[in-house]
């Protein structure tokens, strides 16, 4: 059968067929980006394509969001670094396009990696968590490098928490770490040396929201050298309901997502942590 042939060819070989496959679709991208997303007036010179200034607030992020993030001097904040307003690449702004590649990507992973986890149909009861102890857990994902690692606290999201990126959304806890799970071997394959840093972390309890500033970095082990360099902004929603465990995880880039694959397939320079 066809998936019995495909589980035969090495991993870094289907993983490169991914790739040359990704890099025939996205040929056709640059002319498509100027119609498919409306957010960004792009100049577009081969595959480098430049954002031209559009500055979208956070508390508009999302349309079905009806919760106002802006609080007036609100009395209860715990920060650490500095927040800064940057441009934002949000999961409506992004390309149907784009949206759709990265979809059937992840559908493909999940195809031949077929790593399942187990689900328990008993509901486990859980002590609430207080606010405070989510920001500290949250800062302790960050610190074990999450978002290369997949190495998340499961115990700060609620099972039916919506997660959002530029190119992907889907609900459940379980879905996020089946996805995370299946990722893990070709990063750990494919991404030689790689950082997280985080630049800010807030704790906003009167809107029941944590919102992290950062930058992952890394490179690719492929003939090209190509460096993953992404900042980005996450919104963490909690409800006491809930326990106050994570029920919105909204992620937005400084870049655009369009950019982001592209630069997969531009050469750089191998980068190293212990070069900075």
């Known amino acids: 059968s066809k ?6 060819i090495p991993l ?41 200034t559009q500055i979208s607030p956070l508390s508009t992020l999302r349309a079905t969001d ?67 102890e989510l920001y500290r857990g949250i800062q302790g994902d960050y610190e074990r490098l999450y978002l290369w690692t997949g190495d998340i606290d499961p115990e700060l999201y609620d099972a039916s928490c919506v997660f959002t990126d530029p190119t992907l959304s889907f609900k459940g806890l379980a ?6 799970a299946n990722l893990r071997p070709i990063i750990d394959r494919l991404v030689t040396e790689y950082d997280v840093e985080l630049y800010s972390c807030e704790l906003d309890e009167p809107a029941g929201r944590v919102t992290a500033r950062w930058r992952m970095i890394g490179s690719l082990a492929l003939p090209w050298s190509p460096v993953i360099d992404l900042q980005g902004t996450t919104n963490f929603r909690y409800e006491s309901g809930k326990g106050n465990r994570i029920v919105d995880y909204f992620e937005t880039w400084e870049t655009p997502a369009g950019t982001v694959l592209l630069n997969l397939f531009k050469p750089g320079a191998p980068w190293s942590k212990t070069k900075q």
């Not at 998936?3 to 035969?8: P, T």
């Not at 879905?175 to 995370?180: D, G, M, P, Y």
């Open 3 to 8: 998936a019995m042939a495909l589980s035969r």
């Open 12 to 52: 870094v070989r289907r993983v490169c067929l991914a790739f040359l496959s990704v890099s025939i679709m996205l040929r056709g991208i640059d002319a498509a980006f100027v119609n498919l997303t409306p957010r960004f007036a792009l100049d577009i010179k081969g595959s480098h394509c430049k954002a031209q």
């Open 66 to 132: 009806t919760q106002n993030p802006a609080v007036s001097n609100p009395p209860s904040k715990v920060t650490i670094g500095h927040s800064v307003e940057s441009p934002v690449s949000s999961y409506q702004g992004s390309s149907g396009l784009v949206k759709g590649i990265v979809s059937g990507l992840t559908a493909m992973v999940n195809s031949i990696m077929n790593k399942e986890l187990e689900e328990s149909e008993e509901v486990v009861q859980r002590d609430p968590l207080t606010p405070q």
């Open 175 to 180: 879905t996020f770490q089946k996805n995370l």
